[in-house]
Each structure stands twice: as structure tokens, then as C-alpha cells.
T-cell receptor, first 114, second 116 residues
């Protein structure tokens, strides 16, 4: 079975600073997809960034980027120039070959303060 | 607007009552799934479906039933509600295959269920 671990239940960062959220996973599969989802207080799940395991290049989406280390099974999220609107719960998720299944970590609550 | 529609948004049940959480999507997604979110536990998969007529169990299926008679709808049934089923429930859908990488999964806005 796949497992996803987020070891930081809570983090905080000052506005305009950079913060990194950690995620590790365990799998025996070679090709898979990894995602970061954001859940603000509205409860809506919003896709932040995605990465395919076959691609060596780290994904970036504006202020969000990942550090994907396949051998170490690590998939951290870096948020640059943090904004107050980044305050949310962030979930790391894994999708392997089992169709339709998405595995989530327990989440990291990020607070951005002025 | 296209997306995943969940109803109701809030529900209070008494122990032993039954109810159905509704989920509908209009994006012609193959895959649909139900998750429950509990504090400190992340989202855990209850049941999922890879197409009409095909369903399978996830991590926490006990106490829940699903069926998928159409591509659009994937209702979740609580047969006899228990306080342990107090949670926030999310329905999600996706195209499947490589499109999951490009588009991710689309989530409904959630149902907060309290069983007293």
C-alpha cells in the first residue's frame, strides 16, 4: 500500500518570506503522479501543483515550486513571496497505478502572518 | 458552472438513521470517489468508481455503500449512522489516465455531517 507522510502538522511564515513544506511517500511503483492541494478555510480543495515521477525537472507554478527527489521519495513544496491568502491546510497526495485512487498525507496547516 | 456538486452541505443525523449524500459531476469524468476528512487524519478514501457499474472499496468502507448507475452520479449511503461517522465528506472526480496529471482531481465543496 502507498503511504504519504507530512511530518509538519503546523508551520508559520511571515508575509513575503519563503517557506517549504515537507512530504515523503512510500511506494514500489516506478511511475506515479504527485500533487499538492490547498484547502483554505472555505474547505474547497484547490490543486496547487503536480509532478510526474518520470520527469526529472521540478514543477513550478508561479510562486510555487517543488523539490522532487525520486530516490529519496521526497516531494516538498516551496512557496516564495508568501501572501496572506496562502494561509490554508496543504495536502500532499499520491496517485499510482491503481486507477481512481488518490492517497493523502495528514496535512500541514500553514499560517502566513503580516 | 462545470464541476462537482455535493448535497447537502450540512446534515445532522441521529444514531441509527440512514441517509444518502449526493454527488454529481458534469465533466464526463470516468473516475469518482468519496473521502472523509477528520482532524489530523487527512483525507481517507471510502469508496471509488472507475466507471458506471464499477465500484470498489477504499481504506475506510465500513458503514457505507455506493453505486454508480450513471457516469454523472455517485451517491454515498450511510446505512445506520454512528457517531464515528461524524466527519466532513468530499466527493472527487477525474478523467483518469494521463489527464489526471494535467487536470488533477476536482473536488466538491464537502458535506459536514454530525451524528448525535
Amino acid at each position: 500500500a502507498q503511504t504519504v507522510t507530512q511530518s509538519q502538522p503546523e508551520m508559520s511564515v511571515q508575509e513575503a518570506e519563503t517557506v517549504t513544506l515537507s512530504c515523503t511517500y512510500d511506494t514500489s511503483e516506478n511511475n506515479y503522479y504527485l500533487f499538492w492541494y490547498k484547502q483554505p478555510p472555505s474547505r474547497q480543495m484547490i490543486l496547487v501543483i503536480r509532478q510526474e515521477a518520470y520527469k526529472q525537472q521540478n514543477a513550478t507554478e508561479n510562486r510555487f515550486s517543488v523539490n522532487f527527489q525520486k530516490a529519496a521519495k521526497s516531494f516538498s513544496l516551496k512557496i516564495s513571496d508568501s501572501q496572506l491568502g496562502d494561509t490554508a491546510m496543504y495536502f500532499c497526495a499520491f496517485r499510482g497505478s491503481t486507477l481512481g485512487r488518490l492517497y493523502f498525507g495528514r496535512g500541514t496547516q500553514l499560517t502566513v502572518w503580516p | 458552472n462545470a464541476g462537482v456538486t455535493q448535497t447537502p452541505k450540512f446534515q445532522v443525523l441521529k444514531t441509527g438513521q440512514s441517509m444518502t449524500l449526493q454527488c454529481a459531476q458534469d465533466m464526463n469524468h470516468e473516475y469518482m470517489s468519496w473521502y472523509r476528512q477528520d482532524p489530523g487524519m487527512g483525507l481517507r478514501l471510502i469508496h471509488y468508481s472507475v466507471g458506471a457499474g464499477i465500484t470498489d472499496q477504499g481504506e475506510v468502507p465500513n458503514g457505507y455503500n455506493v453505486s454508480r448507475s450513471t457516469t454523472e452520479d455517485f451517491p454515498l449511503r450511510l446505512l445506520s449512522a454512528a457517531p464515528s461517522q461524524t466527519s466532513v465528506y468530499f466527493c472527487a472526480s477525474s478523467y483518469g489516465g494521463r489527464a489526471d496529471l494535467n487536470y488533477g482531481y476536482t473536488f466538491g465543496s464537502g458535506t459536514r455531517l454530525t451524528v448525535v
